[in-house]
């Protein structure tokens, strides 16, 4: 079994979010972001491709938009 775990989804009540990876900026995380969910209510990190999804979004992505278009 590799040691990638799989990518994370994260439901959020707002329209921005904060992300610094897994475990933080102190131990394995990366640089605190901040990102603003598009029009679609979903984000993906540039850093660790964790999915912000607001509450109530659909859970697909239409044909013609991908999780980097937010």
């Given at each position: 079994?590799?040691?990638?775990?799989?990518?994370?989804?994260?439901?959020?009540?707002?329209?921005?979010?904060?992300c610094?990876?897994?475990?933080?900026g102190?131990?394995?995380?990366?640089?605190?972001?901040?990102?603003?969910?598009?029009?679609?209510?979903?984000?993906?990190?540039?850093?660790?491709?964790?999915?912000?999804?607001?509450?109530?979004?659909?859970?697909?992505?239409?044909?013609?938009?991908?999780?980097?278009?937010?």
């Amino acid at each position: 079994m590799s040691g990638i775990k799989p990518f994370e989804t994260v439901t959020v009540d707002t329209d921005k979010v904060a992300c610094a990876g897994e475990g933080g900026g102190l131990v394995g995380g990366h640089p605190k972001v901040y990102l603003n969910l598009g029009p679609g209510g979903r984000v993906e990190c540039p850093y660790c491709s964790r999915l912000f999804l607001k509450r109530g979004a659909p859970a697909e992505y239409p044909p013609n938009q991908t999780s980097k278009s937010a």
